[in-house]
C-alpha cells in the first residue's frame, strides 16, 4: 500500500515524560489492548476488515496484526505504520516518536484514507465529520502518554 498516496485526514500528538524505549512498549501495549476488546472484533466483522485477529510476532513487529491493522513498518522507539483496509475505506495510521529537549518524546499519530464510492462517502461522514475518529484517536494517543509515564515511573532502573 503507497501510504504517502493516502490523503491526509488528521494528525494528534503529544509530550510525553518518558524515554523512547518507554514510549514504544506502551504503544504496543496500548494499540494491543483497545483493538483486541470483543467489540473491536464485532465492528470488524460488520465493516468487514481484512485482518479481523490478534496474529504474527510480539511485541509488534513486521507482520503482526490486530482487528483492522496490520503492521507495514516497524522501527522499535521511532516509527510504528499499520495499515488497514475494509468495505468502505483503505487506510494507515503512522506513529512516530522523536526526543525533544528536556528528556521527553513526541509521539504524533497521523492518520490517512481513501473512503471510496458512496458508501465510502457515508462512512467517512460517519466516523470522520462527526468528530468521532478525532475523539477517539486522541484519546489513545493520551492513553499511550499515561502509560507510558506510569512505565517510567513504576522502574527506578528506568528513570536514570
Same mark, same amino acid.
Given at each position: 500500500m503507497d501510504i504517502a498516496a493516502l490523503p491526509r485526514i488528521d494528525e494528534h500528538a503529544t509530550l510525553v515524560a518518558a524515554r523512547a524505549d518507554d514510549v514504544w512498549q506502551a504503544l504496543g501495549e496500548t494499540l494491543e489492548e483497545s483493538f483486541? $476488546? &470483543?467489540r473491536s472484533a464485532r465492528y470488524a466483522? %460488520?465493516?468487514g476488515v481484512a485482518d479481523r485477529t490478534a496474529s504474527g510476532p510480539r511485541p509488534l513487529a513486521m507482520g503482526?496484526?490486530?482487528p483492522g491493522f496490520r503492521v507495514a513498518d516497524a522501527v522499535p522507539g521511532r516509527q510504528l505504520v499499520l495499515v488497514g483496509r475494509h468495505y468502505f475505506s483503505t487506510y494507515a495510521l503512522v506513529f512516530r516518536m522523536e526526543e525533544t529537549e528536556g528528556g521527553r518524546m513526541r509521539l504524533r499519530a497521523e492518520s490517512r484514507a481513501r473512503f471510496p464510492g458512496p458508501g465510502g462517502a457515508l462512512y467517512r461522514l460517519l466516523v470522520i465529520s462527526s468528530g468521532a475518529h478525532a475523539l477517539l484517536t486522541g484519546r489513545l494517543v493520551a492513553a499511550v502518554?499515561?502509560?507510558a509515564e $506510569? %512505565?517510567?515511573w513504576a522502574s &527506578?532502573?528506568?528513570?536514570a
Amino acid at each position: 500500500m503507497d501510504i504517502a498516496a493516502l490523503p491526509r485526514i488528521d494528525e494528534h500528538a503529544t509530550l510525553v515524560a518518558a524515554r523512547a524505549d518507554d514510549v514504544w512498549q506502551a504503544l504496543g501495549e496500548t494499540l494491543e489492548e483497545s483493538f483486541g $476488546r &470483543p467489540r473491536s472484533a464485532r465492528y470488524a466483522r %460488520l465493516v468487514g476488515v481484512a485482518d479481523r485477529t490478534a496474529s504474527g510476532p510480539r511485541p509488534l513487529a513486521m507482520g503482526s496484526a490486530f482487528p483492522g491493522f496490520r503492521v507495514a513498518d516497524a522501527v522499535p522507539g521511532r516509527q510504528l505504520v499499520l495499515v488497514g483496509r475494509h468495505y468502505f475505506s483503505t487506510y494507515a495510521l503512522v506513529f512516530r516518536m522523536e526526543e525533544t529537549e528536556g528528556g521527553r518524546m513526541r509521539l504524533r499519530a497521523e492518520s490517512r484514507a481513501r473512503f471510496p464510492g458512496p458508501g465510502g462517502a457515508l462512512y467517512r461522514l460517519l466516523v470522520i465529520s462527526s468528530g468521532a475518529h478525532a475523539l477517539l484517536t486522541g484519546r489513545l494517543v493520551a492513553a499511550v502518554r499515561h502509560r507510558a509515564e $506510569r %512505565l517510567r515511573w513504576a522502574s &527506578p532502573t528506568r528513570n536514570a
